[in-house]
């Protein structure tokens, strides 16, 4: 198996699966947050970001565009402009909306996976934003694979205190 297949795989079983739990969420809930801890997204805000989770990300490794605004550094964002708190994070107003953003990002990730040579996923040094560590690309793109998963674990738990019927089959995209 070579990057891109593995890339790919991976990238279209989390967004089917991602897909399935966001229709579960009920559309009274968007304002939905544990009661206890703090610095939690409102489920709005989760599927706000679950929704760009991996395509925006791996637009901005392999092309540079991070999607700011003319002229800003990506590599000069300061910390609190790259990790906000939650109560600043944007939200959505409807499921629907949720799975067109995220249908978009799925078609976003894999049009530009499409357009990497496997030489630079192997080889190609990609340092990220938050993180100026040498990787690969295609370790950074595998890393946001596994941030959309990290979000659906997210809403599979939110879901789950929600009271909602999910279980393992839901997670993994099998219902």
């Known amino acids: 198996m070579n990057w891109t297949e593995l890339l790919k795989n991976h990238m279209?079983?989390?967004?089917?699966?991602?897909?399935?739990?966001?229709?579960?969420?009920?559309?009274?809930?968007?304002?939905?947050?544990?009661?206890?801890?703090?610095?939690?997204?409102?489920?709005?805000q989760l599927l706000k970001h679950l929704s760009s989770a991996c395509g925006g990300p791996t637009k901005g490794f392999v092309t540079g565009d991070w999607g700011l605004p003319a002229g800003a550094d990506p590599f000069?964002?300061?910390?609190?402009?790259?990790?906000?708190?939650?109560?600043?994070?944007?939200?959505?107003?409807?499921?629907?909306?949720?799975?067109q953003l995220l249908q978009q990002d799925r078609k976003t990730a894999l049009e530009i996976l499409a357009k990497v040579s496997e030489s630079d996923l192997a080889s190609r040094p990609t340092p990220a934003p938050w993180d100026p560590t040498p990787m690969n690309l295609g370790a950074r793109l595998l890393?946001?694979?596994?941030?959309?998963?990290?979000?659906?674990?997210?809403?599979?738990?939110?879901?789950?205190?929600?009271?909602?019927?999910?279980?393992?089959?839901?997670?993994?995209?099998?219902?």
């Open 12 to 44: 279209e079983h989390s967004y089917k699966a991602a897909e399935g739990l966001v229709k579960m969420v009920d559309e009274d809930k968007l304002n939905w947050k544990p009661a206890t801890g703090s610095n939690w997204m409102t489920t709005g």
């Open 76 to 99: 000069e964002r300061k910390p609190e402009q790259m990790l906000p708190s939650a109560e600043s994070l944007p939200t959505l107003a409807s499921v629907p909306e949720a799975l």
């Open 143 to 175: 890393t946001m694979a596994s941030h959309l998963d990290q979000h659906k674990a997210q809403l599979f738990y939110y879901l789950k205190l929600q009271g909602k019927p999910v279980n393992t089959m839901h997670y993994f995209g099998m219902m």
